[in-house]
């Protein structure tokens, strides 16, 4: 819708340079509005989602306010909309734990109980958002839960495959992102490099984490309004975007998309790790509302590809092509 509205907007005043002038504005419009609905209504909605619901489930009883699923799906769908480097998969989290917070609030049940319906609203938003039953599960017991307890675990299982089932019925079965072929492993020598790749995406994570939290609290210390943080927050990353790229908006599926078929160039995909992260970080620094999950699918990809297409050129005859590292460098990041 903004940038929709932007274009529309530059076309009929007929000025030629300010067709492309939204891309530089439209992320500080949603995080300025993002940041005043957290404020107004639920402060909790306001960054990561993960995090707000661990704390909940060991200091709270697992109890989180039922307005919280509303405002976190209006505000991240805002911030990811209007072109804030965000994912979708740490606010369907928050989302979902609130749903099952407030089912088990509503019928009476305690402490111990409500921890497990936060469980289950968790797995199932992520089995649903990724097609995929049993990452839900693991995601929730793992994470959230932080235990495999038996008289959980079967509950969340349900949830998680039911939440799969209605997603599929809408949805379809695709999965998360599209593979223009079957990657295999080529030679016994690519482990080698497999191995250098974990080196490389270990220290990129190592940098995505401590950029996220140096720009929170750089942000967090200046003296300025909230709205003016997510004024100066929003034009940093449509900034990032006017004079770099416009993949970092968003969600980024269109980028890893591009990463896996293998046909970005090197020097493209290495500059997206750097602009990606740092559009991430100011987002969340600067009080938009979303999650790190895809923003690090996208960043591993890159950097992933970007490892692949070296390795091709140097070693054609024993190396998959780029995009089998693409999607290693993923699940790596």
Do not use: C
Request: proline content about 4%; glycine content about 16%; hydrophobic content about 55%.
């Amino acid at each position: 819708v903004f940038f929709d509205l932007g274009e529309t907007l530059a076309g009929s005043l007929g000025i030629p340079w300010a067709a492309d002038l939204h891309i530089l504005l439209a992320p500080a419009v949603g995080m300025v509005i993002v940041s005043w609905m957290v404020r107004s209504w639920a402060p909790e909605a306001q960054g990561h989602g993960v995090p707000e619901v661990q704390y909940a489930i060991r200091m709270l009883g697992g109890r989180i306010r039922a307005r919280v699923a509303a405002v976190k799906a209006v505000a991240s769908a805002i911030s990811i909309g209007s072109g804030g480097s965000v994912g979708r998969e740490g606010p369907i989290v928050q989302i979902g734990s609130s749903l099952g917070s407030s089912v088990g609030q509503v019928i009476g049940l305690g402490p111990e109980q409500t921890r497990i319906m936060v469980a289950a609203g968790a797995a199932g938003a992520i089995a649903a958002t990724f097609n995929a039953p049993i990452a839900g599960v693991m995601f929730a017991m793992e994470v959230i839960l932080g235990n495999f307890a038996s008289r959980s675990f079967g509950l969340v299982v349900i949830a998680s495959v039911s939440s799969t089932a209605i997603s599929q019925a809408f949805l379809g079965r695709e999965p998360a992102f599209r593979l223009v072929e079957s990657f295999s492993l080529v030679s016994e020598w690519e482990f080698l490099l497999y191995l250098a790749l974990g080196v490389f995406t270990g220290l990129i994570a190592l940098a995505y984490v401590q950029s996220v939290y140096w720009f929170e609290d750089s942000f967090e210390d200046w003296k300025l309004g909230p709205s003016w943080k997510a004024l100066i927050g929003g034009l940093g990353v449509g900034a990032l975007g006017y004079f770099g790229s416009d993949l970092i908006f968003g969600v980024g599926h269109e980028g890893v998309e591009l990463a896996l078929q293998g046909e970005m160039a090197i020097g493209l995909m290495l500059g997206l790790v750097v602009l990606k992260i740092v559009a991430t970080s100011v987002t969340l620094g600067a009080g938009g509302s979303g999650g790190i999950f895809a923003p690090a699918l996208f960043v591993g990809a890159m950097a992933g590809g970007a490892f692949g297409k070296m390795a091709n050129g140097l070693f054609p005859a024993f190396t998959a092509p780029p995009g089998a590292y693409a999607l290693v460098g993923m699940a790596s990041l």
